[in-house]
Nanobody, 124 residues
Framework: VQLQASGGGPVQAGDSLRLSCAAS???????MAWFREAPGKEREFVAR????????DYADSVKGRFTMSRDDAKNTVTLQMNSLKPEDTAVYYC???????????????????WGQGTQVTVSS
């Protein structure tokens, strides 16, 4: 599956952004996730949606501010980001996994398909 992320940009602290990820195949067939990578840091988990489920897992750092959703009819996943903070500045990646859920986890190793990333810059 090919993934195309979009929607990033420069914003002020407290603003909102909505990231989208368009998939070339049915998102219903994959576990979907968002990761982010800040300069000089490891790529970190942000949120994930299990295949066939509407339950979303979030990193503690974004819980209550970010909302991930999936539109299987449009083969897209979105990440609504509210109350953005400067520490949210990173390149955001959309990821998909075809692995069994027990192998997915919260690390990048559990995802075998990646989009190109979209930059989010939050200034104070």
């Amino acid at each position: 599956v090919q993934l195309q992320a979009s929607g990033g940009g420069p914003v002020q602290a407290g603003d909102s952004l909505r990231l989208s990820c368009a998939a070339s195949e049915r998102t219903f067939n994959y576990h979907m996730a968002w990761f982010r990578e800040a300069p000089g840091k490891e790529r970190e988990f942000v949120a994930r949606l299990r295949r066939g489920s509407s339950t979303v897992d979030y990193a503690d750092s974004v819980k209550g501010r970010f909302t991930m959703s999936r539109d299987d009819a449009k083969n897209t996943v979105t990440l609504q980001m509210n109350s953005l903070k400067p520490e949210d500045t990173a390149v955001y990646y959309c990821a998909a996994s075809s692995l069994v859920y027990s192998s997915v986890g919260y690390s990048r190793q559990g995802y075998n398909y990646w989009g190109q990333g979209t930059q989010v810059t939050v200034s104070s």
